[in-house]
């Protein structure tokens, strides 16, 4: 099945009966995406999801205030996904936003979707524990890696099987048996991106990072 970003300037025109299915932006972080409207209208006759960007997390715009925007659209815009991007977020800020959305969410057709680099994910991958962290935020949300110019994408680290692939801007492959993929090389960690923060600034009055009702990391408040 062969779905798109309707948001992307290429495929802004494009028409939606040519595909399976569509993602549609409906956040900037926490802002509306100023197209939304125009976008949800133009894509009606295909399954729909909804997509944030979401940008460096902050204590006033947190992963439960993205997540739980996220929670209202999904009422007002019906979908049968709900995409993250999460290239600027960590294994925690990921795992707090999948957990407090579907606390608080409808079930939905399809598991959260997480949009994000092969080479992000590699790179949030750090710290004690991280296999079963990160198996943990698996068993309840998807990986859509995005990865050009490759017969077949590199399976992410700890995943059993992916569904999901951007394998060109904007087009995104999702096969519900699991798409084919290839094994990552033990030398090879991956190139990331040296503006991605490893860990985003926190600013504010702080806040706890709870996961399955536990605290796991104290955000300290700023000092000014």
């Known amino acids: 099945m062969k779905g798109y970003f309707i948001h ?28 939304l409207d125009r976008c949800w209208d133009v894509s009606v006759g295909v399954p729909r999801g ?3 960007f979401a940008g ?8 439960w205030h993205h997540s739980s925007v996220m929670v209202q659209d999904l009422q007002n815009y019906p979908a049968d996904w709900v995409v993250l991007f999460g290239d600027y977020m960590n294994l ?24 994000m680099t092969h080479d992000h994910w590699n790179k949030i991958l750090k ?15 998807d990986i859509c890696i995005s990865q050009y110019n490759v017969e077949h994408p590199t ?51 702080g806040y706890d990072v709870k996961f399955m009702g536990i605290t796991i990391l104290s955000v300290e408040p700023k000092k000014m």
């Open 8 to 35: 992307k300037q290429h495929l802004y025109d494009a028409n939606p009966t040519n595909f399976d299915f569509c993602w549609v932006k409906t956040r900037q972080g926490m802002d509306s995406y100023p197209n």
């Open 50 to 52: 909804i997509y944030q």
């Open 56 to 63: 460096i997390m902050t204590a006033e715009e947190n992963p």
């Open 92 to 115: 925690i800020e990921l795992q707090t936003w999948v957990g407090n959305f579907l606390d608080q969410a409808p079930p939905i057709d399809h598991k959260p979707v997480i949009f």
């Open 127 to 141: 710290g004690d524990d991280v296999q079963v962290v990160a198996e943990r935020l698996i068993a309840k949300a």
């Open 155 to 205: 399976m992410p680290r700890y995943c059993q099987k992916l569904f999901y692939w951007e394998s060109e801007d904007g087009i995104v492959q999702y096969e519900p048996n699991g798409i084919q993929t290839v094994d990552q090389q033990p030398d090879d960690p991956g190139d990331p991106d040296p503006g991605d923060p490893d860990v985003p600034s926190n600013p504010g009055n």
